[in-house]
């Protein structure tokens, strides 16, 4: 009866043993399609930081702090692409990579020409193509994931992108390159800024941590809105690049954070 049970006993460990891998296996894809929300969303706002930083550099503001950003936005774009190529786990999001990838190679090539208004029309143009398919990329990835922490990692890291499209926005504005319509896209990217970050900070699925975080980025939600008030001032376009840059870390931090709560979810 004993020896039995020792062999009973021995098996089941023998068929726990077999499961822990498959069991940690599928906790890593999780956390991979929550990493992939994530730089998939990164990518929707390096569009849009990039193209702020060319067009400070184009108006001669804060010139060597734009420089910076933009060889650093380009740079983390590329790798990013580079590595969401080795999370492809169906056709669709395979394809939607390969099209955002087309999308930012006429981006990166107009990028790197002198500014002109001509140039600055495609700098205008093909920021909103790269942002339109990065971010159907995200959408992908999100229903894939198919949990509401996913969703809220897209959120987050749309109110990233929302940050540095508001400051191209003003810069455009003040370039003179589509000035209506930069105007209005401001207008509207403000407007969703303040109703997904009251989206965010009610979400049932936030942590004390997260809660914290959440208020840091709404203080610098208050200074950067400052700055877009007095875009007109003399130092109005170096307080915008300034915040915006500030608001986009703390941002960053938030999205990670819901990435990490992706993960201890589905371990959970």
């Known amino acids: 009866m004993e020896r039995r049970r020792f062999f009973q006993a021995l098996a089941a460990v023998g068929g726990l043993a077999a499961i822990a891998p ?5 906790a890593d894809r999780t956390i991979r399609v929550a990493e992939a929300i994530n730089m998939a969303g990164r990518q929707r ?9 060319w067009l400070m550099q184009a108006m001669g503001v804060l010139p060597e702090r734009a420089s910076t950003w933009l060889a650093a936005s380009v740079t983390l774009f590329e790798r990013q692409m580079s590595e969401l190529r080795s999370l492809q786990p169906n056709a669709d999001i395979a394809r ?7 999308a930012w190679q006429g981006y990166r090539a107009v990028l790197a020409q002198p500014a002109t208004h001509a140039s600055a029309m495609e700098v205008y143009r093909r920021s909103d193509a790269v942002l339109a398919a990065a971010h159907a990329t995200t959408q992908a990835y999100e229903r894939l994931a198919s949990t509401s922490v996913g969703r809220l990692i897209n959120v987050s890291g749309r109110q990233r992108m929302l940050s540095q499209r508001m400051a191209k926005d003003v810069c455009f504005a003040r370039y003179g390159v ?13 407007e969703e800024f303040v109703t997904a970050l009251a989206l965010l900070k009610a979400a049932p699925e936030n ?7 959440l208020a840091l980025a709404d203080q610098q939600w208050f ?5 877009l008030g007095r875009s007109e001032a003399s130092s109005g376009l ?3 690049g300034t915040t915006s840059e500030r608001i986009l870390e703390q941002l960053n931090l938030v999205v990670g954070l819901y990435e990490q709560r992706f993960g201890a979810a589905s371990q959970g």
């Open 178 to 190: 589509e000035t209506e319509a930069s105007m209005a896209a401001l207008a509207q990217a403000r």
């Open 22 to 26: 498959l069991r940690a296996a599928a």
């Open 96 to 102: 939607l990579l390969v099209e955002e990838a087309a």
């Open 223 to 227: 200074f950067f809105q400052d700055a």
């Open 238 to 240: 170096k307080d915008i």
């Open 207 to 213: 942590t004390p941590r997260i809660r914290d975080e």
């Open 45 to 53: 706002m390096l569009s849009q930081r990039a193209a702020k930083a």
